[in-house]
Each structure stands twice: as C-alpha cells, then as structure tokens.
C-alpha cells in the first residue's frame, strides 16, 4: 500500500500521520507539498491537520486553493481514499469534497482536550475494524470544529449512513454535555456520498500507540493497510 501526506505551510500534524502511517503500512509515506501540482501512485491521501496558511480568511479556504488540491479532488472522483483530520477536514469541506462547514466553537475558545466518540458508520475503509456504536476516546485541538450544515444535508447524512462519528459520553450517549464545540447533532466526522472521503475533527494519529497514552486510533490506519494493501 502506498499513501501520501499532503503539507502546507501550517501543517503541524503531518509527521505525525506519517508516523501512524508508516507504523501501520511497515513502509514509508511520501510527503507532498501543497504548492505541487501533481501525486505519486497511491492508494491514500491524507490532507492533515495544523493551521495552513495560519486560518487566514477562514479555516481551510486558503488550503483549498492550493495547486495540490486539485489533483487530490481528481483523485477523489476516481475512488482514491482521501482523510481529512482537523484541519484537514475543514480543507475538505472548503473544497466542496465534503458538506457542511467547520465554524468557530460555540464557546470561541480553542479546545484542547481527549473527547470520546461513538462509531456512527463502520462499514467504510476508514472505520472497518470498529464495531457499530463503539466508543473510542480520541484528543482533539481545535477552534473552528463547530460542524453545521443545513437542514437537507443533515437528512441525507442521516438517512445515507454518512455520520460516521459522533462526540459522546464515556458510556456512549449523545449529550449536550458530550459535545465540545457545538457541533450540529454531536457530529464529530462526515463521509462523502461514496464513503471514500472522510473528514473528522478528532486526531487518531495522536493515539495510535500505547507510548502515547491509548491506541483507538490505530485500528483507523489498520483498517485502511488492510483494506488497500491487496
């Protein structure tokens, strides 16, 4: 299997999605900056999360016309799984290749903390080695993670199976409690209408080891290998 980590200036989570990657895959990850306009052969792209271009205008809005992106969406439209993690997921709905936006916290503070998560959608290759309903704990670190989109969007997600993640509590229920940035209906990551793009604000390279503190987000970049390694 081979994947590629997209890097723009800002990008601070991208070794470290290598890492995770690369720990999963048992070889390297190539790493593309975002002023190329073309990708290596690959079987994934990773667009990872950080702060590009400094969030200047909007989250994501610059990053989204960066050269490399168009090639990303090329590839996206052929079937290549893209991840979007954190900023990267706001990348993505900027380049409309996801719904919705990715708005300020409901309590405009940046958030920084583990957050746990119910699976809402296991049948993709992102989330194939969890079980429907599992709870994972994974960090998150954001200010602008507050997902919304409007009313029919929200119904096709819902009657699609495309909410693939949801903030809860440790024992799995939705809360408001639960909820760290006022995401619209708990709602911590979305797939695209074919399942082969995610975006979620949680970061699973930032538990994918015990040396870390917990690996709930191995089984993400397990499920991919075994999924793409054929």
């Known amino acids: 299997m081979k994947a590629a980590v997209i890097v ?44 590009s271009y400094g969030d200047y205008l909007r989250s994501g809005a610059m990053g989204a016309h960066s050269p490399i992106m168009k090639e990303v969406a090329a590839r996206a439209r052929r079937g290549v799984p893209v991840l979007g ?32 998560l119910r699976i809402g959608q296991a049948n993709t290759v992102f989330t194939r080695l969890y079980r429907p ?3 994972i704990r994974l960090p998150i670190a954001h200010h602008d993670g507050n997902y919304f989109a409007d009313a029919e969007t929200c119904k096709a997600l819902e009657d699609e199976g495309r909410i693939a993640m949801r903030y809860c509590s440790p024992d799995g229920e939705i809360t408001e409690d639960a909820n760290p940035n006022g995401s619209l209906g708990n709602i911590a ?12 604000m949680p970061h699973p390279e930032r538990l994918a080891e015990a040396a870390l503190g917990g690996a709930d987000g191995r089984a993400m970049f397990d499920g991919l290998v075994e999924a793409l390694a054929a």
């Open 189 to 200: 990551g979305v797939l695209s209408a074919n399942r082969t793009v995610l975006g979620l």
């Open 85 to 116: 993690i954190c900023n990267g997921f706001q990348i993505l709905t900027e380049a409309g290749l996801l719904p919705g936006v990715l708005m300020p916290n409901a309590g405009l503070k940046f958030v920084c903390k583990d957050v746990y």
């Open 133 to 135: 309903d599992q709870v």
């Open 8 to 51: 723009f200036p800002g990008s601070n989570c991208d070794r470290d999605v290598k890492v995770a990657l690369e720990q999963s895959i048992g070889g390297p990850v190539s790493m593309v900056w975002h002023r190329d306009t073309d990708l290596p052969p690959v079987d994934l792209i990773v667009i990872p999360g950080g702060f």
